[in-house]
T-cell receptor, first 110, second 120 residues
Framework: GNSVTQMEGPVTLSEEAFLTINCTYT??????LFWYVQYPGEGLQLLLK?????DKGSNKGFEATYRKETTSFHLEKGSVQVSDSAVYFC?????????FGQGTRLTINP | GAVVSQHPSWVICKSGTSVKIECRSL??????MFWYRQFPKQSLMLMAT?????????EQGVEKDKFLINHASLTLSTLTVTSAHPEDSSFYIC????????????????FGPGTRLTVL
């Protein structure tokens, strides 16, 4: 079946550091790919998405490119802020269903 | 817009009792809602898909008689954990997909904040 693998956390960075959270997937067909973010005490929110190969999703300074050749959708941000501290989930679509990675906890220190 | 609430946010119950968790879409109608379970430091696992006015579709390995789902209206789905046991302790999360004919025409899931269930 389809699956998503994220890099192990937790990840701790200093403010203004460069962020990469790796995500790879296994899927039949061509799913849409997503990054969700969960801030403390809140529900998951869609951060960005890409619906086909070579698409780049972006939002709030975060970016991820749908790479079919490497089956990856790595999340990047050039300069993180303390407010980016959260748990990040990579996911793919199976129709209307979502398959999630295990989540990566990110902590940004001032 | 597109807010989903869950109630309660946390609950502690004795083994053998039943617990009901509500999931509401506050500002949109949702024909489809999903129920997930999340163990500590693990991913969200889809338990079931809930469609308004019809029986829920359960994922393989999820006991439908233990996890009763009712989607009685376009804004409310409930998950009842029957005869709860300590191994049912978990974080339960719902999501809702806006009705395609409504004002929010996204094909996207909006998530509730989750319910922490602890069974003693």
């Amino acid at each position: 079946g389809n699956s998503v693998t994220q890099m192990e956390g937790p990840v701790t960075l200093s403010e203004e550091a460069f962020l990469t959270i790796n995500c790879t997937y296994t899927a039949t067909g061509y799913p849409s790919l997503f990054w969700y973010v969960q801030y403390p005490g809140e529900g998951l929110q869609l951060l960005l998405k890409a619906t086909k190969a070579d698409d780049k999703g972006s939002n709030k300074g975060f970016e991820a490119t749908y790479r079919k050749e490497t089956t990856s959708f790595h999340l990047e941000k050039g300069s993180v802020q303390v407010s980016d501290s959260a748990v990040y989930f990579c996911a793919l679509s199976e129709g209307v269903r979502l398959v999630f990675g295990q989540g990566t906890r990110l902590t940004i220190n001032p | 817009g597109a807010v989903v609430s869950q109630h309660p946010s946390w609950v502690i119950c004795k083994s053998g009792t039943s617990v009901k968790i509500e999931c509401r879409s506050l500002d949109f109608q949702a024909t489809t809602m999903f129920w997930y379970r999340q163990f500590p430091k693990q991913s969200l696992m889809l338990m079931a898909t809930s469609n308004e006015g019809s029986k829920a579709t359960y994922e393989q390995g999820v006991e439908k008689d233990k996890f009763l789902i009712n989607h009685a209206s376009l804004t409310l789905s409930t998950l009842t954990v029957t005869s709860a046991h300590p191994e049912d302790s978990s974080f339960y999360i719902c999501s809702a997909v806006p009705w395609a004919g409504g004002p929010i025409s996204y094909n996207e899931q909006f998530f509730g904040p989750g319910t922490r269930l602890t069974v003693l």
